[in-house]
């Protein structure tokens, strides 16, 4: 346990050497500081200049849930980086052969950064919200983008073998959110080409205002996180 | 310290290391020679824990090594061929963090750079070393926690002379102090300068294990090969425990018509060449 609790802060204080990775971790404050006081400004005024009732309310709930995802989406992508980096360095092979060993080496790069993300997300999400969610809606969200947060850092960490790549692969693994907004905008039945998705569902079940649609998010994303995570730990 | 018996691995379906068995008795230089794609990196995986899907027995400090816990790292100091160096970090902050992961008192970090001739650049970022400069931070990497057993793959590789000579004497006195250690090299001066023992390895099978002063005296005796001018240069060879009846060297000594003799010992290299057709380089 000491093994991992100083390698998470060995990567903590890592961070404030790479102010790129370190803005990373505050992003989800400063969105949400957009989401929450800029948006309803911008609803207001397109309102009033297209003289409509509204215009970008209808998608709030959508936003909120690109918010859930975002702090497990930005600690994932510090994660990643950093390990990304320790790979290019060969560290991470030497701190395998350590009293923190592989298993350790994961918990501290992305099991307690998950958690402080979950921990994170339920934290801001009530503050910055722009529709009105329950509290159990929150908690759901919160756990969908954890988790969703591990599906991008695995994605990006099996399809790249070093930090350039990293940063390419990013840009990618994150379209994956987006099954989110396709039940806000497709409305027939085609959308389900995208169920495979699990953010499909977390979208499905905040359009529908449904918990009963977050039923096939968990199992897909253990799915995918199983999945995943066999092909990362063939790779190292 | 080390028992292997009957060790087999394979990445693929193809055996890589087969049948393997020795051991290595606590205090002793292990080298293992052999040429590249031998399966020398992969034995010393199998025996730090990395690959644990091998059959047949790897005991290590009395622990099977796919069995292995945290623990077991408590013991063993590894210095790979390559950095494993946080780059942006200085080399001290790289041996505290290294140091505190083990539960083990650490050796005291300024006197092991000062041992490796880097107490001056010890605030300096690991980026800025010179490939020599990490080779020696990377060893005292390993023994910060004083470990049983050290593992160390090419220590000398890319090094100049005087560097490793330094990084020799280290490993010299880590032996002093009863570590075992296995060394991994291609190098066959520094096996039969530092090892106790060596075991030549080519496809995953231990050709031949002895001390490298045993192995060398089984080639046979030294030569001796000097030369004289008789219109033009002539040379002649004949093995050393059989000078004194070389009637024709004991003529040229006498007429003092020597123009060279000089001894040719035989080396690992060439007992490998004999032993396996291919050469350690």
Sequence with gaps: ?236 | MIQVKNLSFSYTKQPFISDMSFSVSSGEIFGFLGPSGAGKSTLQKVLIGMLTTYQGSAIVNGVECRERTKNFYENIGVDFEFSTMYEKLTAKENLRFFSSLYEKKSRPIEQLLEKAGLEHDADKRVSDYSKGMKARLNFIKALLHDPLLLCLDEPTSGLDPTNSRVMKDMILEEKAKGKTILLTTHNMQDAAELCDRVAFIVGGKICALDSPHKLIMSKGATTVTYTWMENEEHSASCPLDCLSADEQLKRLIAENRLQSIHSSEPTLNDIFMDLTGRTLL
Aim: hydrophobic share 60%; with cysteine; charged share 10%.
């Design chain 1, 1 to 236: 346990m000491k093994a991992i609790r100083l390698s998470f802060w060995g990567m903590v204080t890592y961070l404030r050497r790479d102010m790129m990775l370190f803005a990373a971790c505050l992003a989800p404050i400063l969105v949400g500081f957009l989401f929450r006081f800029v948006i309803p400004l911008f609803e207001d005024a397109l309102t009033d200049w297209f003289h409509v009732p509204t215009v970008i309310s209808p998608y709030y709930g959508l936003i909120d849930i690109l918010f859930a995802m975002l702090s497990p989406a930005m600690f994932g992508f510090v994660s990643v980086m950093v390990t990304l980096e320790e790979n290019d360095e060969k560290t991470a092979k030497y701190l395998f052969i350590t009293p923190l060993t592989k298993h350790g080496y994961l918990i501290a790069r992305f099991g307690i950064p998950s958690v402080f993300a979950l921990l994170v997300t339920v934290v801001l999400l009530p503050v910055f919200k722009l529709s009105p969610f329950p509290f159990s809606y929150i908690v759901l969200l919160a756990a969908g983008g954890t988790l969703q947060g591990i599906v991008i850092v695995l994605l990006i960490l099996t399809l790249s073998s070093n930090k350039l790549e990293g940063m390419a692969v990013t840009k990618l693994s994150t379209l994956i959110m987006f099954g989110a907004a396709i039940p806000f905008f497709v409305k027939d039945n085609v959308q389900y080409v995208l169920s495979p998705l699990p953010s499909f569902w977390i979208g499905k079940a905040v359009f529908e205002n449904s918990l009963f649609y977050m039923l096939p998010t968990f199992p897909l994303l253990f799915v995918w996180i199983w999945a995943l995570l066999k092909q990362f730990l063939r790779k190292i």
